[in-house]
């Protein structure tokens, strides 16, 4: 059975800090790993990884995989209220079926 | 612009009604989702489809049933809505050329009383 571990859980900041955001998987077929962000309302796409060690970047977002050693990582750079939310990974077989970690929920405080 | 809609975003029912939840899309693709959130447990896989004459369950089918009407459309039914189907239901689309990519549509809360 396919397996998406996130940590932590939950955590709680301060606007400037820096957050990071752990996925660990055990995928049959593994294809891609994901990371979408979900405010009360649909999950919005962040980043799609499909090889190791090549980071990806949308302003202060960045992402990497480490195919190998099975996990990725989300990291958030100054840190602003509107980052508070749920950060969701999720992995992709080649039969193009996702499956969800529990996702981890960010709080940024003022 | 280009979307994923689902109907009704909240229902609220008894248990042993019948109920259906409905999902639209202008994308043009030809894969879609039934996922299911509850609290702490992330989204779950209840149905899936590939094209209008392929269905297939996912991870927690039991006490649910789909349809594919057409390319833009695939409904959720609950033949008779028990409690613990009380959660947030979202569809979701995908096609080939973006990969594994999928997208959501806004959600439907459901809840069984």
């Known amino acids: 059975e396919d397996k998406v571990v996130q940590s932590p859980l939950s955590l709680v900041v301060h606007e400037g800090d820096t957050v990071t955001l752990n996925c660990s998987y055990e995928?049959?077929?593994?294809?891609?790993l994901l990371w979408y962000k979900q405010e009360k309302k649909a999950p919005t796409f962040l980043f799609m990884l499909?090889?190791?060690?090549i980071e990806k970047k949308s302003g202060r977002l960045s992402s990497i995989l480490d195919k190998k050693e099975l996990f990725s990582i989300l990291n958030i750079t100054a840190t602003q209220t509107g980052d508070s939310a749920v950060y969701l990974c999720?992995?992709?077989?080649?039969?193009?079926?996702?499956?969800f970690g529990a996702g981890t929920t960010v709080t940024v405080r003022a | 612009d280009a979307d994923v809609t689902q109907t009704p975003r909240n229902r609220i029912t008894k248990t042993g009604k019948r109920i259906m939840l409905e999902c639209s899309q202008t994308?043009?693709?030809?894969?879609m989702y039934w996922y299911r959130q509850d609290p702490g447990l992330g989204l779950r896989l209840i149905y899936y489809?590939?094209?209008?004459?392929?269905?297939n369950k996912g991870e927690i089918s039991d006490g649910y049933s789909v349809s594919r009407q057409a390319q833009a459309k695939f409904s959720l039914s609950l033949e008779s809505a028990i409690p613990n189907q009380t959660a947030l239901y979202f569809c979701?689309?995908?096609?080939?050329?973006?990969?594994?990519?999928?997208?959501f549509g806004p959600g439907t809360r459901l809840t069984v009383l």
């Open positions: 979701a689309t995908s096609d080939l050329t973006r990969g594994t990519r999928q997208f």
């Open positions: 995928v049959t077929n593994f294809r891609s």
């Open positions: 499909t090889s190791s060690g």
């Open positions: 999720a992995v992709g077989s080649n039969d193009y079926k996702l499956s």
């Open positions: 994308k043009g693709h030809d894969r």
């Open positions: 489809s590939f094209d209008v004459k392929d269905i």
